[in-house]
């Protein structure tokens, strides 16, 4: 079974709109770390947000905010005001505490963001 | 400035002949890891080092090899045995392998196998 799971392979929003990228996952370790991540046409992988599973509170770091919802196993990303320049991949990642997951991120296949003027 | 540099960008390859990925740090991080990308794909850890002279395979380690004599380098050797070597090789690292700080990514290599 697949660990996280992004089931949009491609978004489209209106510049300056809001937009929400899906992210499940699956764990039964009860301490676990959710990662968002950008990756523009240049390749290189940028951290927007982190939620740790014991963070009472949606994480937010400027237009970025995670939605949490822990029960359903949701991670949903959300960009405010969207610019052209957030055209690019986005991955959801997981870190669990133990075994072998607790070294490793493990990523999603990712959603393309696709902002129109 | 401190980061991840990653060379060559791109590398052209002939099937049978292995070829290394330079993964160079100046973060001080403890931990480096190499990932591969394919097309529509998420990112697949192939190896991983939490210290020095130490390693452990990933996911997809069959057909890699890696070393780590020095703590800001970690180079990955994609060999002749590895079946299907064309990809998007990313390196990372950060400051401690079981932590819950993020992974700082070098902006990657591609591998083309001709």
């Known amino acids: 079974a697949q660990k996280i799971t992004q089931t949009q392979p491609g978004m489209f929003v209106q510049e300056k709109e809001a937009v929400t990228l899906d992210c499940t996952y699956d764990?039964?370790?009860?301490?676990?770390?959710l990662f968002w991540y950008k990756q523009p046409s240049s390749g290189e992988m940028i951290f927007l947000i982190y939620?740790?599973?014991?963070?009472?509170q949606n994480a937010t770091e400027g237009r970025y905010s995670l939605n949490f919802q822990k029960a359903r196993k949701s991670a949903n990303l959300v960009i405010s005001a969207s610019q052209l320049g957030d055209s690019a991949m986005y991955f959801c990642?997981?870190?669990?505490?133990?075994?072998?997951?607790?070294?490793?991120?493990?990523f999603g296949k990712g959603t393309k963001l696709s902002v129109i003027p | 400035d401190g980061g991840i540099t990653q060379s060559p960008k791109y590398l052209f390859r002939k099937e049978g002949q292995n070829v290394t990925l330079s993964c160079e740090q100046n973060?001080?991080?403890?931990?480096m890891y190499w990932y591969r990308q394919d097309p529509g794909q998420g990112l697949r850890l192939i190896y991983y080092?939490?210290?020095?002279?130490?390693?452990q395979k990933g996911d997809i380690a069959e057909g890699y090899s890696v070393s780590r004599e020095k703590k800001e380098s970690f180079p990955l050797t994609v060999t002749s045995a590895q079946k299907n070597p064309t990809a998007f090789y990313l390196c990372a690292s950060s400051i401690r392998a079981r932590e819950t700080g993020e992974l700082f990514f070098g902006e990657g290599s591609r591998l083309t196998v001709l």
């Open positions: 973060l001080n991080h403890d931990a």
């Open positions: 080092s939490q210290i020095v002279n130490d390693f």
């Open positions: 939620q740790g599973s014991y963070d009472q």
């Open positions: 990642a997981m870190r669990e505490s133990s075994g072998a997951g607790s070294y490793q991120l493990t």
């Open positions: 764990t039964s370790d009860p301490s676990y770390g």
